[in-house]
């Protein structure tokens, strides 16, 4: 089944989208400064503006000064309720400033062409982009029978806390998307407009973050042993794991795609202190899964690898692996009738087809799909200026105009095709 509107209605919506009123708004939400665990201002930017464009909005406290903003415009009956959501926190904050424009907590307009600042690429100017579709509907005095909601949520960055550090700012992974589907933000369907340079995203890897322990003696240097240095012997650890990482990833490839296996951190003695061995050093790393596999698979590939270290190495003997996170990812079917109507609607306003592809990266349309609610990345961010797509880290958080104003189009369409039109 595919969905399908209106084509004299969809054209009379999409001639009041407003390029200005778009650009405008993108560049009032970067201006909030939100990074992980500090969205409540953000939140309440939003919370204003869905207000102002005729949504009943709603802010949901989820503890620690967060909220989500949850706004809602209700059809007239007979219809399909669609979501869009979009995360309130940004990947960096305002400390990132001065590696250039990508990285303010300010929009820029740059050639009346692109727009620079936090938020543009992840993902505030996806969020713009449903309000104004949603605007340019109503403009054209189109009533829906079915609900639209817009959820912005806090927390999808990728974070946790771990050892010492604790506390919102390092929740991430979907605390605001979990609270909102299980207190009333719920659709039939769910947009979620992930900066993928327009491709449609059915699936994306799971992850599984884990910390290895390896013991050592705390002793001063004077009657130390370099073999029980716990530093020294987690280099046989990282060595084993370089040589396992390969095989790992051409074994789980999935649709084309190669999991990674990300080496994040090492922690290990006091650099103050250097007249004494550590009594253990941390290896930490992140295990990206196929999305149909668990994390319980994952750790157990990383701890086969540890006991068969121990067995060969002595001083590897007590090692620990611990996981804390855990993330299955997700997939739905490419012909699902959800995908079927974006790619109907991209094809009918863009004139081509739309690509499909995998990702890495995480979202939290793993946990709308766990919840019943088949949910699609797909956003107009994504693309680099100076060509192809992906993330420049030079040049840093941008978004085209051309590109937002396009997918508003196939935002449009989708809307009035799955929500319907009130007669």
């Known amino acids: 089944m595919t969905f399908e509107a209106d084509p004299a209605l969809v054209a009379k919506a999409v001639g ?3 390029r200005a009123r778009l650009v405008q708004l993108v560049v009032d939400l ?5 990074p992980t665990g500090y969205e409540g201002e953000m939140a309440r930017t939003l919370h204003g503006v869905l207000q102002d464009s005729g949504f009943r909005s709603t802010l949901q406290p989820i503890g620690d000064g967060r909220y989500n903003t949850i706004g809602k415009w209700y059809g007239e009956g007979g219809g399909k309720t669609l979501m869009f959501n979009g995360h309130l926190d940004t990947s960096f904050g305002p400390e990132q400033a001065h590696r250039g424009l990508g990285y303010r907590c300010e929009g820029n307009v740059v050639d009346d062409e692109w727009i620079y600042g936090m938020g543009t690429f992840n993902m505030k100017s996806a969020m713009a982009t449903y309000i104004v579709a949603c605007e340019a509907i109503r403009k054209a005095g189109i009533r829906l029978a079915g609900d639209v909601v817009i959820a912005g949520v806090a927390g999808e960055i990728e974070k946790a806390p771990v050892n010492d550090f604790d506390g919102a700012q390092y929740q991430g992974y979907g605390p605001g998307t979990k609270y909102a589907i299980t207190h009333g933000a ?3 369907y769910c947009i979620l407009g992930e900066p993928t340079n327009m491709m449609i995203i059915p699936r994306h890897c799971g992850t599984t973050w884990m910390k290895i322990t390896v013991p050592g003696t705390l002793i001063h240097t004077a009657w130390s042993e370099h073999e029980s240095n716990a530093i020294s012997n987690s280099g046989i650890v990282l060595a084993a794991l370089n040589d396992w990482i390969p095989g790992y990833m051409q074994r789980n490839e999935f649709g084309g795609t190669q999991p990674k296996v990300n080496i994040a951190a090492i922690e290990g003695g006091w650099p103050w202190r250097g ?3 550590p009594e253990n050093c941390c290896i930490y790393m992140d295990v990206r899964m196929p999305p149909e596999a668990l994390p319980m698979d994952a750790y157990r590939e990383v701890r086969d690898q540890i006991r068969s270290l121990e067995k060969q190495h002595a ?5 620990i692996v611990d996981t804390y996170v855990t993330a299955p ?3 739905i079917p490419d012909d699902h009738e959800l995908i079927r109507t974006i790619v109907a609607a991209h094809t009918q306003q863009l004139g081509a087809a739309p690509e499909f592809g ?3 990266w995480y979202s ?9 609610i088949p949910t699609v990345n797909y956003g107009s961010a994504g693309r680099i200026r100076s060509g192809g797509g992906g993330f420049d880290t030079l040049q840093g958080e941008a978004v085209h105009i051309g590109d937002m104003l396009d997918i508003i189009k196939v935002y449009i369409q989708c809307i009035l095709s799955i929500c319907k039109t009130a007669d």
Request: charged share 20%; with cysteine; aromatic share 2%.
């Open 329 to 331: 990812g997700t997939s």
């Open 315 to 319: 001083c590897l003997e007590g090692t």
């Open 30 to 34: 970067v201006n909030v400064p939100s």
């Open 16 to 18: 009041n989208i407003d």
């Open 358 to 360: 995998n990702e890495i």
């Open 186 to 188: 719920v659709a039939d």
């Open 275 to 277: 007249a004494r061995t």
């Open 364 to 372: 939290d349309a793993a946990h709308m799909n766990r919840y019943g």
